[in-house]
């Protein structure tokens, strides 16, 4: 196979980034450690406000990782996470991971049908889950075994009031606070869990090549599935994230965890890369813009990866307000295609550039990016990252390469490409080529220096918010309801990137369409960006002869009316 440094698009690369990284030898638990030994009293979370320490955190996981350990979890247990971003989230990854055990991470917001199906899958039987999400798992029914629930209340995390509300405007504080409050009856609390004393720190540790994660992801089509990721897998994926931030010092960088860490571009950001350069995690439980500037005013951030709309909202937000984005230096867009406009407003307002990057679960995420330097391209997806090679090859058939500057389905290769679909051989082999490719269902053309633009997808995954929403399992739900005969779905798409979710839908005989109705439906089975912003009635649905409906026929007839 040839070597990266043999590649045409390194030349591109920002000086001082490598073709190459150090692969790495070792977990992340050693890895954590590391930076707690090295960075002691250095402040690692700021929740509202309230720091934590490295030497802090170092300790609180290793007393969660005890509690877990007296809750009977052992090495190669599944242990699930549904939280948002917030310290604890933190502490629970590297305990579960300290025992050698395997995180699952899931949207908090999800029902409780949509979480149902992965237990199923992973099986897990201790959860880890916020307050308000921790009945969707107690009400699961009796054929989902769990053992046991720790429940996190998140105002455990917060600093007392007083300090909290030097960061807060009054009404912002009760919105927030009201927010996060919830009881969880029936579980173990947080509390619980850190007070057996730390571990015994000869208790085994995971190797570098061990399951760490399982994130489930839509894939191509259908219902989600378990992308398998190691420690190799996830730390490789930081490494290169490191190498390619070039200048990113430590102890002095500060990431705005605004990305969900239950997502894959916010665990390896956050959990793996910011933990290793030693940075300032400034935890968010959500997107708030006004809770975003008032943190900037007393730690402002110099990593801020998000998406588009994110950007946009926030530079717009901090234009009204007069507050300065310039210490904002590490800017990268991710999940979904980044508009001209929005790159124009951002760098107006911040102090480095908005480069594009792309990636999928599969890839722990990252495998591409624009660099930090005048030979970025606007409109592309960048180059490989270092230690990562790619190729464009027949859609039908992936042994054939196509000429360059041909479209054809873009494949990847690296340290960071994922093991596998947990339990589910079938999906693994047509993701992953025979020698390790792996197939991204991306339609791409590449110029002659190895910049990528995204011409199609193979898939027809629908990218909204920066999240995935499969319109198999959208269309499932509509068919739910007795109004439905039969439902497509399809992507919008809008000016400012992105897609916005529309139905089509071919009533049964006599039912009227109440477009509203069908979508309170569809959030008592959907997660709320997974409903459809619009549903139209249309006749007979087009059809192959076989009898499968035909989206890009549903598509072509519908958009134009929107």
């Known amino acids: 196979m040839a070597k990266t440094d043999q590649q045409p698009w390194v030349k591109n690369y920002q000086p001082g980034v490598p073709a190459e ?12 450690e590391r930076s707690v030994a090295e960075a002691g009293s250095a402040p690692a979370l700021e929740f509202f406000g309230r720091r934590t320490s490295y030497s802090d955190l170092g ?88 053992d046991h629930i720790v429940s996190v209340n998140l105002l455990e995390a917060f600093p007392a009031v007083k300090r909290l509300a030097l960061h807060l405007p009054v009404k912002k504080l009760r919105e927030t606070r009201a927010s996060l409050t919830a009881p969880a009856p029936g579980t173990t609390p947080w509390k619980g869990l850190l007070a057996h004393g730390r571990i015994d720190p000869a208790h085994p540790r ?65 959990l793996t890369y910011g933990i ?70 951002w760098e107006s307002v911040s102090g480095g550039l908005l480069v594009e990057g792309y990636g999928m679960t599969e890839s722990s995420p990252v495998a591409m990016g624009n660099p930090f330097f005048p030979t970025r391209r606007t409109g592309t997806i960048g180059v490989p990252f270092p230690s990562t090679l790619m190729k464009v090859v027949d859609i039908d058939d992936p042994a054939v390469e196509v000429p360059q500057g041909q479209p054809g389905e873009l494949l990847i290769k690296g340290p960071q490409v994922f093991q596998g679909y947990w339990n589910n051989p079938e999906e693994t082999a047509k993701a992953l080529t025979p020698d390790g490719w ?19 997808r193979a898939k027809e995954l629908i990218i909204t918010g920066g999240f995935n929403v499969s319109p198999t399992e959208v269309e499932a739900a509509l068919r739910l ?22 139905a089509a839908v071919e009533l049964a005989p006599g039912a009227d369409l109440d477009e509203e109705a069908l979508r309170t439906y569809c959030r008592e089975h ?29 598509r072509e007839q519908v958009l134009p009316e929107l």
């Open 59 to 146: 300790e609180q996981v290793d007393r969660a990782a005890e509690g877990l350990r007296r809750l009977g979890v052992r090495a190669g247990d599944r242990v699930a996470l549904i939280l948002p971003n917030c310290p604890q989230h933190v502490v629970a990854f590297y305990a579960v991971l300290r025992l050698g055990a395997v995180v699952v991470e899931h949207n908090p917001l999800y029902t409780p049908g949509e979480l149902r199906h992965q237990f199923e899958d992973h099986q897990a039987r201790i959860v880890i889950a916020w307050d308000k999400a921790a009945a969707a798992v107690r009400d699961f029914p009796d054929d989902v075994e769990i």
């Open 206 to 270: 995971p190797s570098v090549g061990d399951l760490a994660a399982i994130q489930y992801t839509s894939g191509t089509t259908g219902r989600p599935k378990g992308a398998m990721l190691t420690h190799f897998n996830l730390y490789s994926n930081a490494l290169q994230g490191e190498a390619w931030m070039h200048g990113a010092e430590y102890r002095k960088e500060v990431f705005y965890a605004i990305l969900p860490m239950f997502h894959a571009f916010g665990m390896t950001l956050y």
């Open 526 to 554: 959907l997660a709320g960006y997974k409903v459809p912003k619009r549903i139209v009635a249309i006749g007979d649905m087009p059809r192959s002869m076989l009898g499968k409906i035909l989206r890009k026929q549903v």
């Open 21 to 32: 990284i150090e692969l790495p030898t070792e977990s992340l638990v050693d890895m954590l």
């Open 481 to 502: 309801h007795p109004d439905v005969a039969d439902a497509a779905v399809i992507g919008k798409p809008l000016e400012r990137g992105g897609e916005m979710v529309v």
């Open 276 to 345: 290793r350069k030693q940075g300032l995690l400034v935890l968010f439980p959500k997107f708030d813009p006004d809770l975003i500037l008032a943190a900037m005013k007393k730690a402002p951030a110099t990593v801020y990866c998000a998406v588009p709309p994110i950007y946009e909202r926030t530079a717009m937000a901090a234009k009204e307000k007069g507050i300065s984005l310039r210490s904002c230096k590490y800017c990268i867009s991710g999940a979904m295609n980044l508009p001209d406009h929005v790159v124009e407003l």
């Open 438 to 456: 792996l197939r991204t269902g991306d339609v791409v053309t590449v110029d002659a220096d190895g910049f990528t633009k995204i011409v199609d």
